[in-house]
Structure formats: C-alpha cells, structure tokens
T-cell receptor, first 115, second 116 residues
Framework: EPEVTQTPSHQVTQMGQEVILRCVPI?????FYWYRQILGQKVEFLVS????????KSEIFDDQFSVERPDGSNFTLKIRSTKLEDSAMYFC?????????????FGEGSRLTVL | AQTVTQSQPEMSVQEAETVTLSCTYD???????LFWYKQPPSRQMILVIR??????QNATENRFSVNFQKAAKSFSLKISDSQLGDAAMYFC?????????????FGTGTRLTVIP
C-alpha cells in the first residue's frame, strides 16, 4: 500500500542553523501539507501546497519557513534559522485533488530537536 | 475560529470491552467534515472514520462508530470489542467543507490503553 515517507526520522540541530525536512508524498496525490506537533500539544497546520504554490498557510508559517517541491517527487520544509521553539514533530501529508472526503495520508513524522 | 476539544487525555479499556472517546468542536459553519485519526506508537496517523455534517446518519466502520450530535457539536468515537491493536493516540479533527481547504484542525488527542 502506498504511503507517505519522511526523512530524517530525527534531527538534532543547533539554534540558528538551517534545517530541511523531506517528504515523499503518495505518487498520484496533488495536495501536500506540513503539520507540526509540539510535545504535549495538539497537531497544528502549517501549510498546504498545490500546483507548485502555497494554497494556504497558518500564522505559524512565518518567513523562517519555506516549502518546495524541487523535483516532482519530494516535498520539503525548510526552516532557515531554527529557534528552540521549533522543536517538534513535523508531519507531512498528502491528499488527492478534489478530496472532498478530506482524507489526508500522513507520514510517520520527523522529530526536530533544537538545542 | 474552529476549535476541537478532547477532554480525556487518557482512557483505558479492557480487551473485548467497549470504550467511548469524547470530542467537541466549535464552528459557525453549517457544513463541514469530522474525523477520527489513530496514531499507534511510532507510526503515522491513519484515518479511522469520517462524518459529513450534512448526513444525519452516524458513520460506522466495522468496530468503530461515531455518535454525531450536530446541535451539541459533539462527535464521540465508540470502539466495540476492543483489541490490543487499538492501543494508540486518537485525534479528533475538523475540516471546513470548502473545495481545496483540506487543512485539518486537531484536538489534543486521547491516549487509549487496552488492558489484556
């Protein structure tokens, strides 16, 4: 069964460093998303991406964040200058176009630890 | 603003018994979707069940069913004949019924333990 894959599973970085989290969505999906979950808190929407552009973003997704689909298969989240509060589990998800069922398929997550 | 509240951070159930997980939400929309996602330890979230707000009939998927009370903005999940594999974090989620607006609003989750 196709699934969303994410790398790395865990990354430790120093504050101020750039981090890139990678995701390979399900191949026939056209909508892509990043969510995050700070330890002990709820899963929060960051951004959705369709047709090579951001379709929606939350207030969390500030200028420090960017997303890209560089090669038609990968979907990346970049954090330019990490802060301590960026420590969280980051989930990638994808869905089919016109998914009024709203079914998102999630990856296993990438845990980011900022020291 | 849409908010989703899960008031039970942890629940436990005896194997083969039934358990109900609670969820309430707040919205001014009349049409929307509600979901329960399951996240086993160290695994990805998977969709358990979905409910369209315009449908009065409660959704059912095998041992999983919901009690959708639209007026009360309540959306509980009932797991019947609980199995050890049901142990996981369960998230209730809401989505607007707008094409392309696929982002979900999640609750804080309920950790379910199944006791053998």
């Amino acid at each position: 069964e196709p699934e969303v894959t994410q790398t790395p599973s865990h990354q430790v970085t120093q504050m101020g460093q750039e981090v890139i989290l990678r995701c390979v969505p399900i191949s026939n999906h056209l909508y892509f998303y990043w969510y995050r979950q700070i330890l002990g808190q709820k899963v929060e929407f960051l951004v959705s991406f369709y047709n090579n552009e951001i379709s929606e973003k939350s207030e969390i997704f500030d200028d420090q964040f960017s997303v890209e689909r560089p090669d038609g298969s990968n979907f990346t989240l970049k954090i330019r200058s990490t802060k301590l509060e960026d420590s969280a589990m980051y989930f990638c998800a994808s869905s089919v176009l016109g998914g009024n069922t709203g079914e998102l398929f999630f990856g296993e997550g990438s845990r980011l630890t900022v020291l | 603003a849409q908010t989703v509240t899960q008031s039970q951070p942890e629940m436990s159930v005896q194997e083969a018994e039934t358990v109900t997980l609670s969820c309430t939400y707040d919205t001014s929309e009349s049409d929307y979707y509600l979901f329960w996602y399951k996240q086993p330890p160290s695994r990805q979230m998977i969709l358990v069940i979905r409910q369209e707000a315009y449908k009065q009939q409660n959704a059912t998927e095998n041992r999983f069913s919901v009690n959708f009370q639209k007026a009360a903005k309540s959306f509980s999940l009932k797991i019947s004949d609980s199995q050890l594999g049901d142990a996981a974090m369960y998230f209730c989620a809401y989505r607007k019924s707008v094409p392309g607006a696929n982002n979900l609003f999640f609750g804080t989750g309920t950790r379910l333990t199944v006791i053998p």
